[in-house]
């Protein structure tokens, strides 16, 4: 990205913008309590309105910022949803043995908070005797060995909803569905109200409670606006398959990473793809499919 | 011009006896203003730290300001109560106190939206969510509905009480055509208001404990208990310390209303509970958390029970006509209906919404001193804003402050 534009805050700034004025602004650094935020952050309108000059001037500073803050170049895509394409994702819970490694190779990837650390994927340890009920879930299981005799593992994430209600329920629109299937946040507009955490059924919104920590060393530079690239305080993020990764033709990491090869992933539309093989061949359940969400994401028994 | 002139003289003049006062006005206000400061303080820890000050976690993701949110919403819905008898049955004991609710439901919206600021991340984004500048998600987002109909109500009543005092300083009637459907439509307003924000909670699937069909009905019931109730007080208050006349039969009007009013919510409780612990699914665990404790934790047991036993006491002393009209049962019974609602619309609808969480965990929620210290600082404004009003009000609607009348008669506008 070339970064000319960042000079000339004035250039391209709509009308819109220069009503609320300077004076917005000031109160809006105070509000944030850092005084940190730019006039053009503050400004910054909704990522859907953005014209593409605007989103270039966007990502410029974000890249800059970064740089500043990490002391190292991050790149942030914008990459759009790929054509003919919507991803779906199925998880063998006969193969899972319940390691968490998708939990720490996702936040790998994803440049969370390590400090407090924000994980997109919860295992829930689950009694054989009880099935799916959630009310016998304990994601807090530290054993010895893993599995533990008589239980099974449920790792559960963002089922990228076809019927997001998340989505519905935001005031402001910071968050929707992308064409590929994959449901998205605006961290530049997300006001943190929180209420899309209320709305979804999976617990796969997260919040950043404090300032996010991400050591330098740690920063994963491949980043996505909609993705990883990493995130402001007070606001929500959630997975998003890895859509710096997908949307290249790249695995998820937590796909990648799994040692069972419990996670499958694939194109929907895809008639070759083995997630249409796990469809057609498995007996596939959706999680709370009673709640009408119409998950992408789906369970199943391999073996 | 010269109305306009007037106009400026009002507020001016008002600002005038909002500047002088007794010893004890002053003392009020320095108190007020303290807590404010206390509040503040918090709050800027808050804004520099984020919301890790609280003790809110992804599991249970709203906690006490949501919960005052939504208490507070039925207190400004509740101004309602006076104005239905007041003008559909043109009661005129309690016409001339409608005033005092319409300025209840002020304080009460400006804590609500209060509330709503200190509980959102990035406050520094507020006008995103304000609509044509921002980009609101209406229809389809219930808090997009919220926003709006709170603020709209909140006009209705700032300009009804400010037309209505206006009229009183200048020693005019006030137009009978405007103001008459103006109130009118305050009480449906004052409906949708608790309304949505019941649907807010209700259109959750993901949380069986708020998604119940009488949620809404339950909002309003209790709303038109808790608040009156602080209005019967406030009515006493004034008695006593202006020359105010309010008349017994109004308190006890009010009081009878009440009574049905808390009759039914205790029934809609009941049927609430009669469902969910009878058919005893999966959903139960909400319930069983809030009444009974899970799995070991019990935080809100205590809590679920003094409401649910305050609002019976309540009751009875309500609906007794003796107790009714004793000014000691009476008040004691206020007080009661007051902390009831406080719990079960506050802390005992949020929290048990969310524990346990959609994955079955159970994270034990209590506020951190940040919330409460940032709450008790809402609640000031609330009560200084409150208070303002009816120093201002109270001498106007007596005739005893007008533009002819009063410390400013002489500089008076001959007009």
């Known amino acids: 990205m070339t970064e000319p534009r960042l000079n000339h805050p004035d250039q391209g700034c709509g009308g819109r913008r220069e009503f609320l004025g300077t004076a917005v602004a000031a109160v809006a650094a105070a509000l944030t309590g850092c005084g940190k935020i730019s006039h053009e952050e503050f400004l910054q309108h909704n990522f859907k309105e953005l014209s593409k000059d605007e989103v270039l001037s966007v990502i410029a500073r974000l890249e800059k910022e970064y740089k500043e803050k990490f002391g190292k170049e991050v790149k942030v895509a914008t990459t759009p949803p790929l054509p003919g394409v919507i991803f779906g994702y199925a998880l063998d819970l006969s193969r899972c043995v319940g390691c968490r490694r998708c939990v720490h190779a996702c936040v790998k990837e994803n440049n969370q908070s390590r400090e407090p650390e924000v994980q997109w994927i919860r295992v829930l340890e689950l009694e054989k005797e009880e099935g799916v009920n959630l009310q016998h879930a304990d994601q807090y299981y530290n054993p010895e060995e893993v599995p533990r005799e008589g239980h099974f ?68 530079p491949d980043t996505h606006y ?39 992933f694939g194109n929907l539309l895809d008639k070759d793809s083995e997630i249409r093989y796990v469809l057609e061949n498995k007996r596939v359940f959706k999680l709370k499919e009673d709640l009408n969400t119409q998950p992408n994401f789906f369970y199943f028994y391999g073996v | 011009m010269t109305s306009l002139r007037t106009f400026g003289q009002f507020i001016t003049d008002t600002f005038r006896i909002l500047a002088t006062g007794s010893r004890y006005y002053y003392a009020w206000i320095g108190f007020l203003l303290l807590l404010i400061a206390i509040g503040g303080g918090a709050y800027l820890r808050q804004l520099n730290d984020g919301l890790i000050v609280t003790q809110m976690r992804d599991q249970v993701s709203w906690g006490f300001y949501i919960g005052n949110f939504t208490f507070l919403v039925g207190v400004a819905a509740a101004a309602i109560m006076l104005v239905i008898p007041a003008y559909i049955y043109d009661w005129e004991p309690i016409k001339e106190i409608t005033i005092l609710g319409e300025m209840l439901a002020i ?23 304000m609509p044509l500048v921002g980009r609101l998600n209406w229809p389809q987002s219930m808090l997009a509905w919220d926003v709006i109909v709170l603020n709209l109500y909140l006009l209705l009543n700032w300009f009804v009480v400010t037309y209505l005092l206006f009229c009183a300083y200048t020693e005019r009637h006030y137009v009978k055509k405007l103001v008459l459907p103006l109130v009118l439509l305050s009480i449906p307003m004052a409906v949708s208001i608790h309304t949505v924000t019941a649907y807010l909670y209700n259109g959750l699937a993901a949380r069986p404990f708020w998604n119940s069909a009488i949620l809404a009905p339950r909002f309003l019931a209790s709303a038109f208990c808790s608040g009156p109730a602080i209005l019967l007080i406030l009515l006493q208050v004034l008695r006593r310390t202006t020359k105010l006349s309010i008349k017994d039969e109004a308190i006890f009007k009010i009081a009878e209303l009440m009574a049905y009013t808390m009759g039914f919510n205790l029934f809609l ?65 206020c007080v009661l209906i007051y902390a009831s609602v406080y719990i079960e619309k506050g802390m005992g609808l949020i929290i048990p919404g969310l524990t346990p969480d959609v994955l079955g965990d159970i994270y034990v929620y209590k506020p951190s001193y940040t919330e409460i210290a940032v709450a008790a600082g809402i609640f000031a404004i609330g009560f200084l804003v409150f208070t303002l009003m009816l120093k201002a009000a109270v001498p106007m609607m007596l005739g005893e402050f007008t533009l002819t009348r009063g410390r400013r008669a002489a500089e008076a506008d001959p007009t």
Not at chain 1, 172 to 188: F, L, P, Q
Not at chain 1, 233 to 257: D, H, N, S, W
Request: hydrophobic letters at 40%; proline letters at 7%; glycine letters at 8%.
């Open chain 1, 153 to 220: 593992y449920m790792p559960v994430q963002c089922q990228q909803c076809k019927k997001p209600p998340c989505v519905k329920v935001c005031p402001v629109g910071a968050t929707w569905r992308e064409k590929d299937g994959i449901t998205v946040v605006d961290y530049n507009w997300c006001i943190g109200c929180r209420y899309c955490m209320a709305a979804c059924p999976y617990g796969a919104r997260h919040f950043n409670w404090g300032e996010p920590h991400l050591p330098s060393a740690d920063v994963n």
């Open chain 1, 226 to 264: 909609f993705g990883n690239r990493p995130r402001p305080k007070g606001v929500v993020e959630k997975c998003t398959f890895c859509i710096q990764r997908t949307r290249k033709g790249l695995y998820p990491a937590c796909v990648e990473v799994c040692p069972t090869g419990s996670r499958k």
């Open chain 2, 107 to 129: 304080a009460a919206l400006v804590m609500c939206l209060g509330f709503v600021m200190v509980d959102i991340g990035r406050p520094d984004r507020f006008w995103h969510i």
């Open chain 2, 269 to 333: 409780t009941a049927a609430e509970a009669f469902k969910e612990l009878y058919s005893g699914t999966e959903h139960m665990v909400y319930f069983q958390y809030l009444l009974f404790g899970l799995k070991g934790h019990t935080t809100l047991v205590p809590f679920a029970w003094a409401s649910i036993l305050c609002g019976l006491a309540a009751f009875i002393l309500f609906l007794v006509p003796k107790t009714r009209t004793n000014w000691v049962t009476l008040n004691l019974g």
